[in-house]
């Protein structure tokens, strides 16, 4: 699938400022300002100042929560984005209901109650988010992620991505019957989307801690629509050689 730049200069600009660049430098400022994100519900509110809010914002963590302070900005992370702030990267600190910072083992054992795919999912949205994808919520599209090559400003997202559990059932009870394939497939045409599905095996690993997600692996398959019309020797021969070829 060709990328889809939103502007001429699109692909330029993300060449000059690339994303792994932007992460590490969100990534030192949340270290140096000792950021704290507050647990509420399923997200985490984090107080970012202009600086900070501008780094979120180039990264796309979270999203700004309206408020009425002039000196901070508010930002609200979905678990899988907050505890990839406090876990992989080590640059966010979570408080609990009480104020406190919750450990790692108390922050996964939190969300695993709130969230029950919550280690399949994360270990998706980290192994996507590690290679220096934006990923953002999927639900406008039928799907649990969609993922980006750069800021969604400058261009489209490339797909839409779906998580499986392998030997335990699937995470999101997706994909099981022909017709939820059909549907999916289709709708991910009409939104010029591909198709993306990470199956996450845990290798016989429990959930007990996040250690766990060191074990286990992602298995990354694309799907799309067999069109019959693209197989046909007067047509396609010399296309599908060099497709092949590159």
């Known amino acids: 699938m060709a990328r889809k730049w939103k502007a001429k200069d699109a692909e330029a600009k993300a060449l000059a400022d690339p994303m792994s660049k932007i992460v590490l430098q969100l990534q030192s ?3 140096q300002s000792d950021a704290r994100g507050i647990l509420c519900g399923c997200s985490v509110l984090l107080a970012a100042e202009d600086e900070q809010a501008h780094l979120l914002g180039r990264a796309y963590f979270g999203d700004r929560v309206i408020n009425a302070e002039k ?9 899988e984005e907050a505890f990839f702030l406090c876990y992989s990267l080590k640059c966010l600190k979570i408080l609990g209901e009480d104020k406190r910072p919750k450990d790692v083992q108390e922050l996964w054992q939190y969300m695993k109650s709130k969230k029950a795919a919550f280690p399949d999912f994360y270990k998706a949205y980290s192994h996507l988010r590690l290679k220096n994808w934006v990923v953002r919520p999927g639900f406008k599209y039928g799907a649990d992620f969609v993922a980006y090559r750069h800021h969604p400003n400058l261009v489209h997202s490339d797909y839409a991505v779906l998580v499986s559990s392998e030997g335990d059932g699937e995470a999101n009870g997706r994909l099981r019957v022909w017709s ?4 999916t497939l289709r709708l991910c045409l009409g939104v010029v989307k591909t198709l993306l599905v990470l ?13 766990c997600l060191e074990n286990y692996t992602v298995d990354e398959r694309t ?4 069109v019959p019309e693209q197989g046909r020797e007067d047509d396609t021969s010399v296309d599908v050689e060099s497709q092949v070829s590159q």
């Open 29 to 31: 400022s949340l270290i």
């Open 180 to 183: 939820d394939i059909h549907g």
């Open 71 to 79: 000196d901070k900005q508010w930002f609200q992370l979905d678990m």
């Open 199 to 211: 199956s996450i095996s845990k290798n016989g690993h429990d959930v007990a801690s996040p250690s």
């Open 223 to 226: 799907v799309s629509r067999w």
